[in-house]
C-alpha cells in the first residue's frame, strides 16, 4: 500500500506534504480514495510537489480527472534534481487535454513550478452501470443461462442491455421472459467480409451508452454474486478496471496479464501472468469481461478494422493508456469463466508457475514457449 501525504486549508490542498495521508493501492492503480479526498475537500487550488513520483503521481492525476471538479488550479512544484518536467507534464496533458492551460510557470536555480488552470463541463449519466451482453445468439441454451445469471443486477441504477443478432432480439419469448433487458440489434455490423467484426458488434455498446460504467462481457463470463457491490466497494473510480478471473476448477483465467512482444510491437509476442501483488503497469485486459468508466473512454472506440482474434482489446488499452487511462486491478473481486481455451494457470508456485509468471516475461522467454509447443505436437 502507497501513504500519500497531503494537508488542506482555506481551499488550497497540498499533495506531498503535511500531516495527515491517505492511503491506497499505486501498484494496483486502485486509486478511488484519492478521488473520495477530492470530492470531500472539494480544494479550488492543488499543489502536487516533485516528490509524488511514478504510480502515485499517475493515480493522482486520474483521481482528479474522475473527481467531481470542474473549476481549479493545479501547480506542480520541484527541485531541479528530480524527474525531469517532461515525466510530469506529459501525463498531465494527457489527462486534461485541451481543458488544461498554463497560466505562470517560473524556472529557479534549485527548483521550478507551473501553474495550470482545469475548466471543464462533466457530463450527466442516466445510469451508474450499464451491463451489456454481446451474444452471437447460435446457442440459446446459454444465452438463458447468461441472462438468467446477469438479471440479478437488474437495479434503478443499473441497465441491461444484449447485443445480438436479429432474430434473437426480435424473439417475442425472450423479451417476454427477460422484461428487463433491452435488446440490440447488430444486423448493421455485418459485410461480405467472413471474418466476426467483434470490435463493430462492441462499439454498439459505446454508441448507445449512457451509463457511467460500462461492463461488456461475452456468454462464458460469469459474475460472483455480489460483484457489483464490490466493484462500487473497492474501484468506484477507475478507468479501467480487471478483477480475479478464473476457470470453474480454480485456475487464473488472463485475469492480470500482460504481453511480452520479442520482435516489433504484435509480433512474437508471448502472455504472461503479473502476480496479485506487482505492479501492474504492463497489465492489459481481456476483451471477455471488459470494464470501462465512460468519462475515461471518452471517444475512443474499438478499431472497427481488427476482427476476431485480431487483438482488438489489446489494441483499445493500449491507445487508452497512451492516453493517460491506468488499469485497475482488484484481487478481492471475482468472476469466472465457462470455458477455458485461453491461457490459465493453476495456482500454487511450482514449475508450471515459474514458466507463465517469470520465464515468459523474458526476452528470449519467446524461443522457449515456441520450443515447447513444437514439443507438445510432436508428442501429439
Not at 504510480?55 to 506542480?76: G, M, N, P, V, W
Request: proline fraction near 3%; aromatic fraction near 14%; glycine fraction near 8%.
Amino acid at each position: 500500500m502507497t501513504l500519500l501525504n497531503y494537508s488542506f486549508s482555506r481551499g488550497t490542498l497540498w499533495i506531498g506534504r503535511g500531516n495527515k495521508s491517505i492511503e491506497f493501492d499505486s501498484r494496483n492503480a486502485l486509486f478511488s480514495p484519492i478521488t473520495d479526498l477530492f470530492n470531500s475537500l472539494q480544494p479550488k487550488r492543488i499543489y502536487v510537489y516533485g516528490g509524488v513520483t511514478g504510480k502515485a503521481y499517475l493515480c493522482t492525476l486520474r483521481a482528479i480527472f474522475h473527481s467531481d471538479l470542474e473549476s481549479f488550479q493545479i501547480t506542480l512544484w520541484k527541485r531541479n534534481n528530480q524527474s525531469p518536467w517532461e515525466d510530469y507534464l506529459y501525463p498531465l496533458s494527457r489527462t486534461f487535454g485541451p481543458e488544461l492551460v498554463q497560466s505562470r510557470y517560473r524556472r529557479g536555480r534549485h527548483f521550478g513550478w507551473r501553474r495550470f488552470q482545469v475548466s471543464r463541463h462533466l457530463p450527466n449519466y442516466s445510469y451508474q452501470l450499464g451491463i451489456y451482453l454481446v451474444s452471437d445468439g447460435k446457442d440459446l441454451v446459454r444465452l438463458r443461462a447468461s441472462l438468467e445469471a446477469l438479471s440479478v443486477y437488474c437495479a434503478p441504477a443499473t441497465v441491461l442491455r444484449v447485443i445480438c443478432p436479429a432474430q434473437v432480439s426480435a424473439s417475442a419469448e425472450l423479451r417476454s421472459a427477460y422484461p428487463q433487458w433491452e435488446w440490440i440489434d447488430d444486423s448493421s455490423i455485418y459485410s461480405a467480409d467472413t471474418r466476426f467484426p467483434i470490435s463493430k458488434k462492441k462499439n454498439l455498446a459505446f454508441d448507445k451508452n449512457d451509463a457511467e460504467r460500462v461492463v461488456i462481457l461475452h456468454e462464458r463470463i460469469r459474475l460472483h454474486a455480489e460483484w457489483v457491490q464490490r466493484l462500487f466497494k473497492n474501484a468506484r473510480f477507475f478507468d479501467l478496471y480487471t478483477c480475479g478471473l478464473f476457470t470453474q476448477d480454480g485456475r487464473r483465467y488472463l485475469d492480470k496479464f500482460g504481453i511480452r512482444f520479442a520482435g516489433y510491437p504484435t509480433l512474437k509476442k508471448n502472455h504472461y501472468f503479473l502476480t496479485w501483488k506487482e505492479d501492474n503497469a504492463h497489465q492489459l485486459v481481456d476483451g471477455g469481461l471488459f470494464v470501462i468508466h465512460a468519462r475515461a473512454l471518452g471517444g475512443h472506440r474499438f478499431d472497427p478494422a481488427l476482427h476476431w482474434g485480431e487483438m482488438e482489446d489489446v489494441d483499445l488499452v493500449l491507445r487508452m493508456k497512451q492516453g493517460g487511462s491506468l488499469v485497475s486491478f482488484d484481487s478481492k473481486n471475482k468472476a469466472w469463466s465457462t470455458t477455458d481455451g485461453h491461457f490459465s494457470l493453476a495456482s500454487g508456485y511450482g514449475l508450471v508457475a515459474l514458466y507463465k509468471i517469470w520465464i515468459r516475461r523474458l526476452s528470449w522467454g519467446y524461443r522457449v514457449a515456441r520450443g515447447l509447443e513444437r514439443l507438445k505436437a510432436i508428442r501429439g
